[in-house]
């Protein structure tokens, strides 16, 4: 109750034309300035700036406020209010080559490592797919082979030698199929050795959740396609400061 008096407070002297630290002086907190802050939190140094308020919803604050002017007063969670003033906004702009160097060789390096494993891997996939073992194609790389446990295709089980796009890819195979992606720093192939077939009536906990899973979903779509029709239909505008507004009455 506190917390949203002296919102309404900090409002009613803003709009009598205080500057902000004056009005925040008024009310009896305090101003903290952030010099160059990026999109991501980091300072000028590329450091985490860790003055700043914590959660999203600041950031995105402070890049949708125009230079020179102060944002609406936007809640935070349940035990926080912010208002944000830009003083300042900095184009973006190309570093000098010399302030980066180190970085842009890393980049390159490492763009040009995943260039060339992708290559082997894909002369390696056409191997395995042409019908040399996957322990012989590896082998010839000096690699090694490993089982994994079984999995689903949501990838409950999946263990971390395996990528999420390497699993959506062995599904969309036949058994003795094979299929690459990236994973970490390289690429894994995957041939895929069995399917076990689900039992519906062993796994009825599974299968009740997977039907509301999919009755939740075929609701979502059918609400969201609603909403597109009336919007084709019917001219919205959305007042967001007298939303805002109405969210500090209560």
Do not use: C
């Amino acid at each position: 109750e506190v917390l949203f008096e002296l919102a309404n407070s900090l409002e009613d002297v803003l709009g009598g034309g205080s500057s902000l630290a004056d009005a925040a002086s008024q009310i009896g907190v305090s101003v903290k300035k952030a010099i160059k802050v990026d999109r991501r939190g980091l300072g000028a140094d590329e450091k985490p700036i860790t003055t700043l308020p914590q959660g999203q919803e600041f950031l995105t604050t402070v890049f949708s406020t125009p230079e020179g002017e102060e944002s609406n007063l936007v809640e935070m969670g349940q035990d926080a209010y912010i208002i944000v003033r830009v003083d300042a906004i900095t184009p973006s702009q190309v570093r000098p080559l010399d302030t980066v160097r180190d970085r842009v060789i890393q980049g390159w390096q490492a763009r040009e490592r995943g260039k060339l494993a992708e290559q082997k891997a894909k002369a390696a996939l056409d191997k395995v797919i042409a019908g040399t073992p996957l322990a012989t194609v590896a082998a010839e790389l000096g690699l090694s082979v490993a089982t994994s446990q079984p999995f689903t295709r949501e990838g409950t089980g999946v263990e971390q030698i395996l990528a999420r796009e390497l699993v959506s890819d062995i599904f969309a195979v036949k058994v003795g199929g094979a299929a690459s992606a990236r994973s970490g720093t390289g690429q894994a192939i995957a041939v895929l050795k069995e399917i076990k077939p689900v039992d519906p009536s062993a796994e009825a906990a599974k299968r009740d959740a997977l039907s509301a899973q999919l009755a939740e979903g075929i609701a979502s779509d059918l609400e969201v396609q609603y909403n597109n029709a009336l919007r084709q239909q019917h001219n919205v505008n959305i007042d967001q400061q007298a939303l805002n507004n109405l969210f500090l009455q209560f």
